[in-house]
């Protein structure tokens, strides 16, 4: 086992334990890179979080170093969960429960999950590439879960599943959502259906805490600046 440093979490692993493309995205750097430098606009002292698709637990690591953040996280791949739940352990004091499973909107049923050499690419998307073998997940409800654990914060990386989730569930109490998009997957028109799913339950994209696909929703009207770029100093 390696104990290699990506953005300054401790990441307890060996090459051998995910993919090459994987293990290369991890040692330079760029595993995960504008996730852990945006999530820190969306999530702020004293949040209580729900995390959808922890992958290896990096950006879950670097949200409990948060003050007093708590944090609630969902990998469906039970062989992530279990290096993310290593990733997690070196790295956090408690703060942090992990959980393998998925959350959906409406009556829990089971689901077809997809599992792929990279892990990055398992998703409940059948057709979303080749796979080495599919597994049968039970889901619970997120809006139940949101309730239970007076959730106001949404971080979410499920490949995808964002479009029929963000549509369908109430996200009653949550004030900031912050998730990567997956155009290549569902298109302009899937991002037209979030954005206005996400507008009916009286979000905004905010743009001080959005680059890219990386992007954030929120309701709440704090102060918060935008990220200078020396490109746009320059202007």
């Known amino acids: 086992m390696e104990l290699v440093t990506l953005h300054g979490i401790k990441i307890p692993l060996s090459p051998d334990e995910v993919s090459p493309v994987i293990w290369q995205a991890i040692t330079s750097g760029r595993y995960e890179a504008k996730e852990a430098k945006w999530v820190f ?4 002292r004293g949040d209580r979080v729900l995390e959808l698709g922890s992958g290896i637990g990096v950006i879950t690591s670097l949200m409990a170093t948060i003050p007093d953040v708590r944090i609630w996280a969902f990998e469906a791949n039970p062989t992530t969960a279990a290096l993310a739940q290593r990733v997690i352990e070196a790295n956090t004091a408690g703060n942090v429960t992990l959980t393998q499973g998925i959350l959906t909107a409406g009556e829990p049923t089971e689901h077809r999950f997809y599992v792929r050499k990279d892990l990055w690419m398992s998703s409940m998307d059948k057709d979303q590439g080749p796979y080495e ?3 049968l997940l039970a889901s619970a409800n997120i809006d139940d879960f949101i ?3 007076n959730i106001n914060v949404l971080v ?5 599943a964002e479009r029929d989730l963000l549509q369908k569930a109430d996200l009653q109490g949550v004030e900031r959502i912050f998730l990567e998009l997956h155009d290549h997957l569902y298109g302009l028109a899937g991002i037209r259906d979030i954005t206005q799913a996400l507008a009916e339950k009286g979000y905004a994209y905010d743009p001080r805490g959005s680059y890219g696909p990386c992007v954030l929703f929120a309701k709440d009207e704090t102060v918060r600046e935008y ?3 020396a490109a746009d100093l320059m202007v």
């Open 156 to 160: 979410m990386d499920i490949e995808g």
């Open 133 to 135: 073998h599919e597994i």
């Open 41 to 44: 606009k969306a999530v702020k």
């Open 227 to 229: 990220e200078e770029d």
């Open 147 to 149: 309730a239970a654990q």
